[in-house]
């Protein structure tokens, strides 16, 4: 394996089930080098479900979110932290098992993903 720097892109996706409040998250991770971002080294994907213990209005794309905005950070950073654990799992006894992920900081990915997605809303008209 090269001596370069590796790469390391997030795709999020977000699944909401509104009567049940649970709310879900679908992260990809896709490994390659810094220099040869088109040839992946390996890529994996895991989805981490949250049950709300409250009743809370949930839903998408310009509707209703009434969730603090830690909370969401909160639950990307465990998300997270379940896919670099599948990946690094993925890699042991392979020639990437050595492979150091970079370190990523959730609040910057909230807020380059999930948060231009959400609306909060004071109340329900």
């Known amino acids: 394996m090269p001596s370069s720097k590796v790469h390391l892109k997030?795709?999020?996706?977000?699944?909401?089930?509104e009567k049940a409040s649970l709310i879900?998250?679908?992260?990809?991770?896709?490994?390659?080098?810094?220099d040869e971002r088109e040839k992946i080294l390996i890529g994996s994907k895991v989805r981490t479900g949250f049950r709300l213990a409250y009743e809370?209005?949930?839903?998408k794309e310009g509707e209703t979110i009434d969730l603090d905005e830690k909370f969401w950070v909160t639950?990307?950073?465990l998300?997270?932290?379940?896919?670099?654990?599948i990946t690094a799992?993925?890699?042991n006894g392979t020639l990437l098992q050595?492979?150091?992920l970079p370190i990523v900081n959730?609040?910057?990915?909230?807020?380059?993903?999930?948060?231009?997605?959400l609306v909060r809303l004071d109340s329900e008209a």
């Open 56 to 59: 809370t209005p949930i839903k």
């Open 106 to 117: 959730p609040g910057t990915i909230f807020e380059n993903t999930i948060k231009k997605d």
């Open 89 to 91: 799992r993925s890699t």
């Open 10 to 17: 997030f795709i999020i996706d977000l699944n909401f089930q």
């Open 79 to 85: 998300s997270l932290s379940h896919v670099r654990a």
């Open 75 to 77: 639950m990307l950073s």
């Open 98 to 100: 050595n492979l150091v």
């Open 24 to 34: 879900g998250m679908n992260i990809e991770d896709v490994i390659s080098m810094e």
